[in-house]
């Protein structure tokens, strides 16, 4: 399973990190932008996450936004959400 932890707490990334590690490979993003280009080079390789856990409230792009954007980029690249 392909995972992608978007966190800016870094106490909450590692606690959330060491959870999920088990069940798959874990990628790890800072911010909502951070998170949002993790998403376009995982769907550019034909990998996309099957889980992502986004935090609400992040710096420069919030989780909301983010997941927005998200979206819009997997329809344009025919991606199931």
């Known amino acids: 399973m392909k995972i992608l932890i978007a966190e800016d707490d870094f106490v909450s990334r590692k606690l959330v990190n060491t959870f999920l590690a088990t ?3 874990v ?4 911010n909502g932008q951070e998170a949002f280009m993790a998403v376009k080079m995982a769907i550019d390789n034909n ?3 099957d889980l992502m856990c ?3 409230l992040m710096p420069e792009v919030d989780g ?4 927005k954007k998200i979206r819009q980029l997997e329809a344009q690249k025919g991606v199931n959400p």
Do not use: C, H, S, V
């Open 23 to 25: 069940l798959g490979e």
């Open 64 to 67: 909301i936004m983010t997941l």
């Open 27 to 30: 990628d790890i993003a800072a």
């Open 47 to 49: 990998q996309p996450y």
């Open 54 to 56: 986004l935090d609400i």
